[in-house]
T-cell receptor
Framework: DSGVTQTPKHLITATGQRVTLRCSPR?????VYWYQQSLDQGLQFLIQ???????AKGNILERFSAQQFPDLHSELNLSSLELGDSALYFC???????????FGQGTRLTVV | AQRVTQPEKLLSVFKGAPVELKCNYS??????LFWYVQYSRQRLQLLLR??SRESIKGFTADLNKGETSFHLKKPFAQEEDSAMYYC???????????????FGTGTRLKVLA
């Protein structure tokens, strides 16, 4: 157990819908990262938050948004879902950004 | 540009054979480098970080700054080593002092009986 919790574990939804993925970082970790892992693809960095502030953005679509709340948990919102958004979404946390990143189990999103 | 390159998508070796998973990076400065492992679509776990210079599950990795490489090696592969391996770099985002992780595309290691 890495200490990073992601909910839900699985999500099946229809095209055009909106979903929210949740991540609770390890206690004391201020940095939260979101990644997308599609079938046979590597990890695509989406976005990073540090203590509530957005710090870095990767290949995140405009239909996707995220935020980190005062209690440090983070949510990733995916809207106007398309079939191609089906993927495993990972959240990771770390104390700073130079230390080890701890990953959650991921949320498997299936868009039908 | 900050980049991590893993040239092999798939590496198949026989049990007992040596393994080398390649990783090259591009970064101006002193990077922090990591190897993460992912078994059967489970969560990623840290395998090695270069500053600790330790051997985990028989794996070692040496940072070669001249060749900008951080290859992962194991002298004798075992079937349970079959997994996805990601090389990662921790790099400064900007002058704010924020760091982010940059992952390679990963190499799937298959150890054949």
């Amino acid at each position: 157990d890495s200490g990073v919790t992601q909910t839900p574990k699985h999500l099946i939804t229809a095209t055009g819908q909106r979903v929210t993925l949740r991540c609770s970082p390890r206690s004391g970790d201020l940095s939260v990262y979101w990644y997308q892992q599609s079938l046979d693809q590597g990890l695509q960095f989406l976005i990073q938050y540090y203590n509530g502030e957005e710090r870095a953005k990767g290949n995140i679509l405009e239909r996707f948004s995220a935020q980190q709340f005062p209690d440090l948990h983070s949510e990733l919102n995916l809207s106007s879902l398309e079939l191609g958004d089906s993927a495993l979404y990972f959240c990771a946390s770390s104390v700073t950004g130079q230390s080890e990143a701890f990953f959650g189990q991921g949320t498997r999103l299936t868009v039908v | 540009a900050q980049r991590v390159t893993q040239p092999e998508k798939l590496l198949s070796v026989f049990k007992g054979a040596p393994v080398e998973l390649k990783c090259n990076y591009s970064y101006s400065g002193s990077p922090e480098l990591f190897w993460y492992v992912q078994y059967s679509r489970q969560r990623l776990q840290l395998l090695l970080r270069h500053i600790s210079r330790e051997s985990i599950k028989g794996f070692t990795a040496d940072l070669n700054k001249g060749e900008t490489s951080f290859h992962l090696k194991k002298p004798f592969a075992q079937e349970e080593d079959s997994a996805m391996y990601y090389c990662a770099l921790s790099g400064r985002v900007n002058t704010s002092g924020t760091y982010k992780y940059i992952f390679g595309t990963g190499t799937r290691l298959k150890v054949l009986a």
